[in-house]
């Protein structure tokens, strides 16, 4: 009797699993919303194929958009049958040093599906939803025997309205390039176009990418939480009008050595693909879902220090690696009351490794630190700068950082990956935690884009991953451009992550000389207001010893005291391409910097509520060869600037 009871409890059981499984899979929608329930998402699954869709106060934002995974093990892109929902809320509060905020708090309620393919096995897919943010991933378990599966691509996609304008930068050709760097997430924007008309790149378009919605709605896309255990993704556009897709590195990239998917562990996820809406670019600008869906993978083994470096090698090029031109700059450091020089390329055999000491220690007695430059390769490119074969191998690598611990290193430049391939994101985690063990911090340059890595990594302090201070000397369009660029910078390369630009020049003209040729367009407020702009804790200024005794005297003041972290970020005002107006918080300080694009003079009234009744100072310009200098009153919490074409403002 006992067994046949069990043997009833268990049909029932069963029946009954069954039941709230049709039910699941016949349910035409699955919905979640935000805590203020503004923004919303649905998930569903039609005709065999997973889909989800967005709404901001009712409004479409992103269509019926394809959810789904292709693996060596298992297909989930057609005859799936949703199997289960659940709903929770999660929440958490976290301080976070170098990124635009240091206190964040984050709510977000909680959508789970579990979705069957047709041969039984399972994918789960995770929601979460806080006030204008989005972040989703794939969960996979374990299949039967099965602990290791490849991800070869996604179904993943971002289905626009047609009346949508896009803010894109194109994925460049792999191994093009200088000695076949690419991609190094340097390529040009198109800006403020059509979807319906937008010239496609073969090659798709890097993370994140800027869309405005018919509806006056804004959407960032990006992704976060890529670690050693998956590889980086970008956005390819459908043939399709306004359908945009994941795509995974491309064969080519590496050298083409590497597989173009993701080799996980059972079970396993993939990274959070991210999605931030708000009617207002204040919704972009400051968000902090790169780093409220991720958690630190190791614990910093020091306290470690922030700041600006002085850095020779934007304006005095290869042949400043040299001990006097290194002395110079380590004066124009402790001048300026900089923490760092940065050392660049080929100080291995233009200086050496036993002066290298010798200057370290001259460096410190001058109260300043040193970053110095390495080559990442290896095998990825044709790179010929040392130092190189430093970087790639863990045998190596180790032996040079305990060589850079004992000389008193800060920190290095890694430079030249070219991929996002898993292979290439390893080589980066790898280097960052073998660095942390040697007390050095980590810039990456001609690399890829940080993805949640300055909460993941202690250690990281800022990737290049952007059209930056460099390409002002190689490139006369982007010297011409440079005002259009640094107003697209705020609301999408560096809203998600720390950016090394190496900016803030002076000199009239970008050469050691400073006499002809390569004429700097925007004028010195401009590059002023870019330090306020541009985000990144540690970060090379372009100076030169002759701006001490050339540039006024309120400048220099200004970026002796100028901070690199910050606590709070408010977007004032802007449009990308066309002007910014961005205010930082550093402890009790505010700092607020505004450049101005268009050809015409930019007239605002800025709403400045925390400095009310405050007397401020403002820099401002001229005309494009002269500064102004003097104080501010803030009354009823506004403040009314004017912002020259090409130039800028800064109040502090």
Not at 182 to 189: C, D, F, I, L, W
Not at 417 to 446: C, P, V, W
Not at 558 to 571: A, G, K, R, Y
Request: proline share 4%; glycine share 6%.
């Amino acid at each position: 009797m006992k067994n046949y009871l069990i043997h009833i409890s268990k049909r029932l059981f069963f029946l009954c699993l069954c039941v709230a499984v049709l039910h699941v899979a016949k349910a035409e929608k699955i919905k979640v919303q935000s805590p203020d329930k503004r923004l919303s998402l649905t998930c569903f699954v039609e005709d065999g194929k997973a889909f989800y869709q967005v709404l901001y106060d009712d409004a479409v934002i992103i269509k019926a958009s394809p959810l789904g995974l292709h693996t060596n093990e298992g297909i989930f892109m057609d005859k799936l049958i949703l199997v289960q929902a659940s709903h929770a809320t999660t929440e958490k509060n976290y301080a976070q040093d170098r990124i635009k905020k240091s206190s964040i708090s984050y709510a977000a309620n909680t959508l789970h599906v579990t979705l069957q393919n047709e041969q039984s096995q399972h994918l789960s897919i995770q929601f979460q939803i806080s006030n204008h943010d989005i972040g989703f991933r794939y969960e996979l378990p374990i299949w039967g025997e099965r602990r290791a599966v490849v991800v070869q691509n996604e179904e993943t996609g971002y289905a626009f309205p047609e009346k949508t304008q896009l803010f894109l930068s194109e994925m460049m050709k792999p191994m093009t390039g200088f000695a076949r760097t690419a991609p190094s997430y340097e390529g040009h924007y198109q800006i403020d176009v059509p979807v319906s008309t937008a010239k496609r790149n073969p090659y798709g378009y890097v993370f994140p990418g800027l869309f405005h919605v018919e509806n006056d709605t804004w959407v960032l896309l990006s992704e976060t939480g890529v670690s050693s255990l998956y590889c980086g993704s970008h956005l390819a556009q459908s043939d399709t009008n306004g359908l945009f897709t994941i795509a995974y590195p491309h064969m080519e990239e590496n050298n083409g050595f590497g597989s173009t998917g993701a080799a996980i562990s059972l079970p396993g996820v993939t990274p959070w693909r991210t999605i931030t809406v708000g009617k207002s670019l204040q919704s972009i600008v400051e968000t902090t879902i790169p780093f409220d869906l991720v958690e630190p993978l190791y614990e910093p083994s020091q306290q470690y220090q922030y700041g600006r470096a002085s850095w020779s090698w934007l304006i005095w090029q290869d042949q400043s690696m040299n001990w006097d031109d290194q002395v110079a700059y380590i004066d124009l450091a402790s001048a300026m009351k900089f923490e760092y020089i940065l050392i660049d390329a080929h100080w291995d055999t233009q200086i050496g490794r036993d002066r290298m000491q010798d200057l370290i220690s001259y460096a410190k007695s001058k109260q300043v630190d040193v970053f110095l430059w390495y080559n990442s390769n290896g095998a990825a490119n044709d790179a010929p700068q040392g130092p190189r074969n430093r970087m790639n191998t863990s045998v190596v690598r180790k032996k040079e950082m305990q060589w850079l611990q004992k000389a008193g290193v800060k920190g290095l430049k890694v430079d030249f990956f070219g991929g996002d391939k898993q292979e290439t994101i390893r080589q980066y985690e790898d280097i960052l935690s073998d660095a942390n063990d040697h007390g050095l911090m980590i810039i990456f340059h001609g690399a890829t884009l940080p993805r949640g890595w300055e909460r993941m990594y202690p250690n990281f302090v800022g990737s290049e991953a952007v059209i930056a201070s460099e390409m002002l000397i190689f490139s006369e369009h982007v010297r011409e451009q440079e005002a259009i660029f640094a107003t697209l910078h705020p609301f999408i390369r560096n809203t998600v992550g720390s950016m090394e630009f190496g900016g803030v020049l002076l000199n009239k003209h970008l050469n050691k000389g400073n006499t002809s040729g390569n004429d700097r367009q925007t004028s010195n407020a401009f590059q002023l207001a870019t330090t306020v702009l541009f985000q990144n804790p540690v970060q090379p200024f372009a100076l030169t010893p002759n701006n001490l005794q050339e540039i006024p005297k309120s400048e220099i003041a200004f970026l002796q005291n100028v901070p690199t972290t910050w606590d709070e970020t408010l977007l004032l005002d802007g449009y990308p391409g066309k002007y910014v107006v961005l205010a930082r918080r550093h402890a009790d300080r505010w700092y607020i910097g505004a450049i101005n694009a268009e050809s015409e003079v930019k007239h605002l009234t800025v709403k400045l509520p925390m400095l009310d009744g405050k007397t401020m100072h403002m820099i401002g310009d001229v005309s494009l060869t002269e500064t102004f200098l003097k104080q501010v009153p803030i009354k009823d919490g506004e403040l009314a600037i004017s912002v020259q074409p090409n130039g800028g403002v800064v109040i502090f």
